[in-house]
């Protein structure tokens, strides 16, 4: 049921979380990996109060039209509720354009849920096998990079991302990520400079760009697709 979409949050305009376009932001409560740089921990929980019913935001959103383009569930992780699946449909009808931000942790939903989106932006944490030590969630990386697929095959526009510091990926392994990606068909990839967590976890907070080389940045990285954005923090 659509009143049970348990939301924790509303960002009423954005222009960063829907590329193109002017979006309001749906911020779905819960998520079960423990990533060491969510910069939302408020939204990890699932059983905290919800912030707003549905109905509230349904109601913002009718007299949002004409002057929103889209809207984008975020998280938390979006596709762990199954009242994601209504609340798509009616955003769809009320004439804005659907976006999902979502870590792919579960790629059986996803699939199913691909059709009622416009556009998808996917966090890709880590190459396959380090991910577990960034989400501390055991499988974590076959469901990511299953998604990844189902993206890919799904013909959606999206975007692939990727927070990044000097504490989680050397020069190395940032550019074997980038080179597995382009190889799997990944044609629009973003790298964004990791933010202060609200974790108080400090290892995670370098500054990106002083630690890696424009040359690795734009000439390797960047050339390997047709869209490359670098994020600063
Ligand atoms: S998957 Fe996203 S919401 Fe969940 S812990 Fe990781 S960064 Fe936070």
């Known amino acids: 049921m659509l009143s049970d979409l348990h939301i924790g949050g509303l960002t009423p305009l954005t ?3 829907y590329p193109g376009c002017l979006a309001a932001v749906v911020f779905c409560q819960g998520c079960p990996w423990r990533c060491g740089y969510c910069h939302n921990p408020h939204l990890l929980p699932r059983t905290v ?40 449909r009616q955003v769809r009808e009320l004439g804005f354009k659907v976006g999902l ?29 380090g991910y ?9 990386g076959e469901k990511a990079f299953a998604s990844a697929r ?9 975007e692939f991302r990727t927070t990044v510091s000097p504490n989680l990926f050397s020069n190395e392994d940032l550019l074997r990520l980038a080179q597995t990606l382009a190889e799997r068909g990944v044609q629009k990839y973003s790298l964004q400079e ?11 907070l370098e500054d990106a760009s002083d630690a890696y080389s424009r040359d690795l940045l734009y000439a390797k990285i960047g050339r390997l697709f047709s869209r490359f954005t670098l994020r600063r923090a």
């Open 15 to 17: 222009t960063t979380d």
């Open 49 to 88: 109060p919800a912030q707003l019913s549905w109905h509230a935001v349904r109601s913002f959103l009718e007299r949002r039209r004409g002057l929103l383009d889209a809207v984008v569930f975020s998280g938390g992780e979006p596709t762990l509720q199954t009242a994601l699946v209504d609340a798509a």
């Open 101 to 129: 931000h979502t870590a792919g942790m579960y790629p059986s939903r996803l699939k199913r849920l691909l059709p009622l989106f416009d556009w998808v932006g996917l966090d890709i944490k880590a190459p396959f096998a």
């Open 132 to 140: 577990e030590k960034i989400t501390g969630a055991r499988g974590s």
């Open 150 to 158: 189902l993206v890919l095959e799904s013909g959606i526009d999206y």
């Open 194 to 204: 990791c933010r202060p967590s609200g974790r108080d976890d400090h290892r995670f």
